[in-house]
Nanobody
Framework: QVHLVESGGGLVQPGGSLRLSCAAS????????MGWYRQVSGKERELVASITDDGTTNYRDSVKGRFTISRDNAKNTVYLQMNSLKPEDTAVYFC??????????????WGQGTQVTVSS
């Protein structure tokens, strides 16, 4: 059973930095894309950044130049370096992995979510 464990969330002042990490365990197939999403209460979950198995990245416009997504395939871990944080970045952040199997359809796994609060 796939399990994603996140760490790195917390409270930070505007302009500060946080680094989120998410390690996937129990992987039977292979991981294709990995990404980070966030959700504010009352709003839909939105993509923050994603990265493919070949390193191609995609960022939400509002975080470009401030956030950097990376991955360590050997460790099945995805990271999100968040710099120059703004109050509007406050949300629950979730990691997501796209799982590939030889004979089964793609499956997706989600982390438990970690709170990021940017406030002075």
């Amino acid at each position: 059973q796939v399990h994603l464990v996140e760490s790195g969330g917390g409270l930070v002042q505007p302009g500060g930095s946080l680094r989120l990490s998410c390690a996937a365990s129990g992987i039977i197939g292979s991981i294709n894309a990995m990404g980070w999403y966030r959700q504010v209460s009352g709003k839909e979950r939105e993509l923050v950044a994603s990265i493919t198995d070949d390193g191609t990245t995609n960022y939400r416009d509002s975080v470009k130049g401030r956030f950097t997504i990376s991955r360590d395939n050997a460790k099945n871990t995805v990271y999100l370096q968040m710099n120059s944080l703004k109050p509007e970045d406050t949300a629950v952040y979730f990691c997501n992995v796209e799982l590939l199997f030889s004979t089964l359809p793609k499956r997706y796994a989600w982390g438990q979510g970690t709170q990021v609060t940017v406030s002075s």
